[in-house]
């Protein structure tokens, strides 16, 4: 059973920087997409960023793209970077896995793991 658990947040002031972390555990991870989605209060989760197997190509989605970068060292780890940090990037933020590519079109029937959130406040 794989199981992604995710590491860093908490609380952090407007125009700081925050990491998070996720390792996973259970099987190698050599073939799959691994990124983040977050989730605001009263508001859908939706894409950050992902990294393919090969860590090669990253994805970002525009909100973030400038300030936050993603980092795969090896198979089974992804990192995200987060600088710049606004207000409303408060939200839980969770890492995922897929055999596909993770975008903001990626339906989530089809990302395979999820890990179990971990917050980050930022405050002005």
């Known amino acids: 059973q794989v199981q992604l658990a995710e590491s860093g947040g908490g609380s952090v002031q407007a125009g700081g920087s925050s990491r998070l972390s996720c390792a996973a555990s259970?099987?190698?991870?050599?073939?799959?997409?691994m990124g983040w989605f977050r989730q605001a209060p009263g508001k859908e989760r939706e894409f950050v960023a992902s990294?393919?197997?090969?860590?090669?190509?990253p994805y970002y989605a525009g909100s973030v793209k400038g300030r936050f970068t993603i980092s795969r060292d090896n198979t089974n780890t992804v990192d995200l970077q987060m600088n710049s940090l606004k207000p409303e990037d408060t939200a839980v933020y969770y890492c995922?896995?897929?055999?596909?590519?993770?975008?903001?079109?990626?339906?989530?029937?089809?990302?395979?793991?999820w890990g179990k959130g971990t917050l980050v406040t930022v405050s002005s």
């Open positions: 995922a896995a897929a055999l596909g590519p993770l975008d903001a079109l990626t339906p989530r029937r089809a990302i395979n793991y």
């Open positions: 259970g099987r190698t991870l050599s073939r799959y997409f």
């Open positions: 990294m393919s197997g090969s860590g090669d190509t």
